[in-house]
């Protein structure tokens, strides 16, 4: 089945270092994306790629890399630079072109980072 | 900058239909709503979406008002694997910068 594969589920990391999340999906999708929850809030988009070798920053970028190399691949490194990176970090894809998507948007289960 | 509000809790009796809310009074013509669910720890579920008309597909129905500043999730028979957290969403922008725009949902208990 087709679908979004975010991982690991848990990440535990000192402060200071740089950790990379991965998100794979084979949903043939053009468009990729990032975002960030924290406790009782919505999503803030921090990148977002609409194609292979392209990206743009959202909302939150600070602190954030990404590269989209493969169209199945948009991995997240957070950088010691994030002030505040224990978060829930989701990743998502969708067909980016033409008119409204019929399923919107597909997530992953996300990665749940703690740095301590 | 959620472009939507909607009641942050709600609770409703498993089997009701379950009715949710949501203003989005600056929404403009071109604008989709969308509605996603999300169960504790997990990644958004797609509900369903709209642009003017009312919609309807085997989870739920979408009922949009004519001047298109509010909209209601209905769940017809709500049961307790349907709690969790509802969030209306407008997609803004154009082409390659088409983004959702997230505010803080509405949190649906199911009660037995």
């Known amino acids: 089945d087709g679908g979004i594969t975010q991982s690991p589920k848990y990440l535990f990391r000192k402060e200071g270092q740089n950790v990379t999340l991965s998100c794979e999906q084979n949903?043939?999708?053009?468009?990729m994306y990032w975002y960030r929850q924290d406790p009782g809030q919505g999503l803030r988009l921090i990148y977002y790629s609409q194609i292979v070798n392209d990206f743009q920053k959202g909302d939150i970028a600070e602190g954030y890399s990404v590269s989209r190399e493969k169209k199945e691949s948009f991995p997240l490194t957070v950088t010691s630079a994030q002030k505040n990176p224990t978060a829930f970090y989701l990743c998502?894809?969708?067909?980016?072109?033409?008119?409204?998507?019929?399923?919107?948007?597909?997530f992953g289960s996300g990665t749940r980072l703690t740095v301590v | 900058d959620a472009k939507t509000t909607q009641p942050p809790s709600m609770d409703c009796a498993e089997g009701r239909a379950a009715n949710l809310p949501c203003n989005h009074s600056?929404?403009?013509?071109?604008?989709?709503v969308y509605w996603y669910r999300q169960i504790h720890s997990q990644g958004p579920q797609y509900i369903i979406h709209g642009l003017k008309n009312n919609e309807t597909n085997e989870m739920a129905s979408l009922i949009i008002t004519e001047d298109r500043k509010s909209s209601t999730l209905i769940l017809p028979h709500a049961t307790l694997r349907d709690t969790a957290v509802y969030y209306c969403i407008v997609r803004v922008g154009a082409g390659n910068n088409r983004k959702l725009i997230w505010g803080l949902g509405t949190s649906l208990a199911v009660n037995p």
């Open positions: 949903l043939n999708h053009d468009a």
């Open positions: 998502a894809s969708s067909i980016p072109t033409g008119g409204a998507s019929p399923y919107g948007y597909t």
């Open positions: 600056t929404i403009s013509g071109n604008e989709y």
